[in-house]
Structure formats: structure tokens, C-alpha cells
């Protein structure tokens, strides 16, 4: 399929309220495509969040009404449309019956039926559109590893394209729902595009997605924890525990999606296939919570009386820290010409962004 260019019509994102969809948005409107940004909900306060920035940029259209537990709900957004960034996911925390109300209020059922059956709504759209050319599609990590605190590969074991979770071990119980639906639409986004004559499919893999918020809506997870420890609290998601950070910038990562449906390599008789992983900021592959991320904000803020994960038990047993295996995104390099700034600046502006909106207030030593 030929590569897609910001003159060859607008461009659809799904999943606008949230981290990525946002920064995507961003992204492409300042790179010259107009941009359908397709929300779930204008009337939530993430919605209402979302759209105030929204409005502030040029070339954006809303459209409303897009749930991915909704079958046709983004066939206007997409019809007319050269490429759609599909980056809406439904998460663990998001999934509580509220969020999703059409969902059942199963967490693990929500999460896993929104990436596989929610997915298959916006392949249909895609194919109902007759003219979008190419889907890029947000994975995770999650989908190239297993979640698991079992060790089940050794210690700095570099992790490429050509891996998949499913082949690697089970996910624990937490994150198995999220982990099977990035493997499971994974699968389903590559068969669904094979099949077609008219569009084709590039996967992206990030690993914890961290940056600067862009409005107070996208604060969740990983951020969230930043700008905790940040704040002299200790980490709330998923526990308190120290652990590994496999992290890249939002920044970073909606550049290769650009970069992806700009592409005109053979993506599909690339090593891994038409997947390309993004992870390592800064020359870092995976970071200590409890050390190598306590260091970075420390020395950016030195005066904030900075928290800490928990390192025991409440028994007072030790923790159990997972391998320490390497992440980077070699081939996203290579191919697709990602850049990745420093870590010390992802840090940093993780924290600034949530001073400025008012989400942190730190306690000054």
C-alpha cells in the first residue's frame, strides 16, 4: 500500500480523551493533517477536559458518540478518511461500570472485550470507509512479554519484535486480561488487513507510556506515579512495591506513529513483521522505581522532599523484584527513524505539566 501524506485527506484517532490519543492529535495537526478526533463521550468530564484543549488547535473535527462497545459508531468518523490511529483501549482502571457504560462492570471482561471486540468495530469501520489505506494500531509491550513476577527468561534478555507473550508464559491475573487482547487484536488487526485489498496495518508496541499531560484528564497510571513520588507519596498502581519501569515518552511514540503511516518500507518482510517496538527513553532499556527514577527526580527537583515505593511486605518480607531484561526500540530506529530524548527531560516535564495543572503540589524540603 502507498504511503500515506497529510495532503491525501483527513486522518481519524480514536481514544482522544486519553494519553496517547491526545498527544496524537497534537502531533499530526502540527505536521500539517487535518484531524478527526474521535471521542466516547463529550458530556463526561474527560470529554469536556478533552475537547477544551481540542478547540484550541487547528484543523480538528470532534466526533462524538464513538464507543468501541458500540458496532458502527465510528463509520462517520472514518468515512472519507486516508489512515485512522486507533489508540482507544479500554483499561483496568477505566473499566469499574461508570467509565464504560456499556460495558458489563466486569473489569477483566470489559478490558479484554473492548480490545478484541472494539477493535473489530473500528476494522469494520475502516472497511466500510472505502477509503482509508492504512490503520496504525496501538499495542503494548504487554503484547511482546508476559506480565508475570516469575523469571521465565534470563537476566538482560533483549526483548525484539518477533517475540509475543503468548509464547513467552501466562500474564498474572491483574494484567492477563489486558496482555491476552493486545496478543489476541494483534493477531486480528494483522489477519484483517491481510485480507483486504485496500488498506494494510502497522502494530506499535510501547512499553510505559510517560510525558507531559496536556490536560488534566490524561493523568492516569504510570504519570500518575511519577508525579506521586514527586509529591513525597508513595506509589498507588498497580501497588506500592518497587519494580522495574520499562518507559518511553508520549512524544517519542506518536512521532512513530506519524513516521508509520508516512512509511513506504515493506513493513510486513521486516524482521517481526509490520510491529514495531518502542521502548528504552533515554538510552535506558528498564529503570528501578525504588533507585534509578527516585535519582532522576531527585536531582531535577532537588529541593521536593521526594517519596518512596515500598520495599517490604507488610509481614516485612522482602519484595521480589522481576528480571532486569532489556528494551529498546532498535528496529523503530532503524526503519522508521525514531528519536528518543533523554529521560532526565521525560521526568522532568512529567512532573512540570502536573505542577502547572494544578494535580501535585510538592512539599518543599
Known amino acids: 500500500m502507498a504511503a500515506i501524506a497529510c495532503k491525501d485527506g483527513p486522518v481519524a484517532v480514536t481514544g ?27 458530556r463526561s468530564w474527560r470529554g469536556q477536559d478533552c475537547i477544551r484543549y481540542l478547540q484550541g488547535l487547528p484543523n480538528v473535527e470532534i466526533y462524538d458518540g464513538c464507543d468501541l462497545f458500540l458496532p458502527g459508531s465510528y463509520n462517520d468518523a472514518f468515512n472519507g478518511c486516508s489512515g485512522v490511529f486507533h489508540a482507544a483501549a ?11 457504560p456499556l460495558g458489563s462492570g466486569e473489569v477483566q471482561d470489559d478490558v479484554y472485550i473492548g480490545g478484541l471486540s472494539g477493535t473489530q468495530n473500528v ?4 472497511n466500510a470507509s472505502g ?27 533483549e526483548w525484539t519484535e518477533t517475540d509475543w507473550a503468548s509464547d513467552k508464559g501466562k500474564s498474572n491475573s491483574k494484567f492477563e486480561a489486558y496482555a491476552r487482547s493486545k496478543v489476541d487484536v494483534e493477531h486480528l488487526v494483522n ?23 496536556l490536560f488534566k484528564a490524561q ?9 506521586r513520588l514527586a509529591s513525597g507519596k508513595e506509589p498507588n498502581f498497580p501497588d506500592r512495591y518497587d ?37 528504552g527513553t533515554g538510552g535506558h532499556s528498564t529503570m528501578r522505581l525504588g533507585t534509578d527514577i527516585l535519582k532522576v527526580i531527585s536531582s531535577q527537583f532537588p529541593n521536593f522532599i521526594i517519596g518512596e515505593p515500598a520495599m517490604t511486605k507488610s509481614n516485612g518480607e522482602p519484595i521480589s523484584i522481576s528480571a ?30 502536573q505542577i502547572e495543572f494544578g494535580v501535585i503540589k510538592p512539599t518543599i524540603r
Open 243 to 279: 519494580k522495574y519501569y520499562d518507559i518511553i515518552d508520549v512524544r517519542d511514540l506518536v512521532k512513530v506513529q506519524r513516521l508509520a503511516i508516512e512509511s513506504s518500507v515493506d513493513h510486513n518482510n521486516s524482521s517481526g513483521g509490520a510491529r514495531y517496538i518502542m521502548a
Open 191 to 213: 489477519k484483517s488487513a491481510a485480507a483486504s485489498e485496500y488498506w494494510d496495518a502497522i502494530t506499535i508496541n510501547p512499553s510505559m507510556i510517560c510525558g507531559p499531560i
Open 131 to 157: 477509503s482509508v489505506r492504512r490503520l496504525i494500531y496501538t499495542s503494548s509491550t504487554a503484547a511482546v512479554r508476559p506480565n508475570t513476577g516469575d523469571q521465565i527468561v534470563p537476566d538482560g534478555y
Open 90 to 100: 479500554v483499561l483496568g482502571n477505566s473499566a469499574d461500570g461508570k467509565s464504560q
Open 16 to 42: 482522544c480523551s486519553g494519553f496517547t490519543g491526545g498527544h496524537l492529535v497534537r502531533e499530526l495537526v502540527i505536521h500539517g493533517y487535518h484531524v478527526r478526533a474521535c471521542l466516547r463521550d463529550s
Open 324 to 353: 532486569n531484561t532489556i528494551n529498546d526500540c532498535k528496529k523503530a530506529k532503524s526503519v522508521l527513524g525514531a528519536t528518543i530524548r533523554p529521560i532526565e527531560q521525560t521526568i522532568r516535564d512529567i512532573v512540570e505539566s
Open 123 to 126: 476494522i469494520d469501520a475502516v
Open 219 to 227: 493523568v492516569g497510571q504510570w504519570i500518575e506515579q511519577i508525579g
